[in-house]
């Protein structure tokens, strides 16, 4: 995480606890202390501020987070108006293509799931709204990269790097920049397995006036659903012209 040296400690070790006790699922003081190498005594602190402002709940020593984070997280959601034009489309695709559709929009050098819906025959996904992933490991992702400026791709590849989720993940950056060259002259992206084993996705860009991608729109199945012209042709297209309802309605609106 980048810092210009003006952070203050005590906030940062706040959203720190929130942050582990978030990845496991729950967790007491000292395992806690243990995971981020502090005292037991600041965590503690810390805890015990957090529950009496209730945004942790405390479970017979167990902290979680609390529901008071969604309240914030929607209301931050609810004022984006590309969440509120592109979530009829999503919901419009899950339906049609019975898989997951899913909404993305970057921010902070992150993929942001920000919306998603799930058709009839979907698999179950870790995926959720909010949940952060490294752009260049989904077809959302590189469908925004490629419609960023390279310098702007370059400052975020700097940043966070190019990890390997699974097997096919690109980590190569000449790699990825050839990947969304592609990307570019097509109008969509593919992401085969390169996020969850087992698993394809096709995602379109959602641009503005200027043609920068400021959120993406994708379906996305299993490998075995996923073949053929299925894969190749019809979802692209499907997804193409959700994209383009959206930023139609986007500009009108």
Request: hydrophobic share 35%; net charge negative.
């Amino acid at each position: 995480m980048a810092t210009d040296g003006t952070s203050v400690q005590a906030t940062k070790t706040t959203f720190e606890i929130i942050e582990t006790l978030h990845e496991l699922n729950g967790a007491g003081v000292s395992e806690l202390a243990g995971e981020l190498e502090m005292p037991t005594s600041t965590i503690h602190d810390h805890l015990q501020t957090l529950t009496e402002m209730e945004y942790l709940l405390n479970n017979d020593g167990t902290y979680h987070v609390g529901a008071r984070f969604l309240h914030l997280g929607e209301k931050s959601r609810t004022r984006m108006k590309v969440y509120n034009v592109a979530r009829p489309q999503v919901e419009e695709l899950a339906s049609k293509t019975n898989e997951h559709a899913n909404l993305m929009i970057e921010e902070h050098d992150w993929g942001v799931f920000l919306y998603k819906d799930r058709g009839a025959d979907a698999v179950q996904l870790d995926t959720y709204a909010g949940m952060r992933v490294p752009l260049q490991t989904t077809a959302l992702g590189k469908t925004i990269l490629a419609h960023r400026p390279r310098e702007e791709v370059e400052s975020i590849l700097d940043r966070q790097g190019l990890v390997a989720v699974t097997e096919n993940t690109i980590t190569e950056r000449e790699r990825l920049f050839d990947t969304l060259e592609d990307v570019r002259e097509r109008g969509y992206a593919f992401d085969d397995e390169e996020r969850v084993d087992g698993m394809r996705c096709v995602a379109a860009p959602i641009t503005d006036s200027d043609g920068r991608a400021i959120a993406a729109i994708s379906v996305s199945g299993p490998k075995s659903r996923m073949m053929g012209e299925t894969f190749t042709d019809e979802l692209p297209n499907l997804v193409r012209r959700s994209a383009n309802v959206i930023e139609v309605n986007l500009t009108y609106s």
